[in-house]
């Protein structure tokens, strides 16, 4: 998949935030902005 320009939409996408539940882009499509941050060494030692 190629990185996605400044300005262009996200495609849509799921993520775990419990073991039983997954969040979805959709589930916020027209009600909020979303911001997903990415932290490779977030609780590492690294």
Do not use: C, H, I
């Not at 996605?4 to 499509?29: H, I, M, Q, W």
């Amino acid at each position: 998949m190629a990185m996605p320009s400044v300005g262009e939409k996200a495609p849509e996408f799921s993520l775990p935030v419990t073991r039983e539940e997954n969040v979805s882009l959709s589930d916020y499509a027209g009600k909020k902005n979303v911001v997903l941050a990415f932290y490779p060494l977030d609780f590492t030692g690294g």
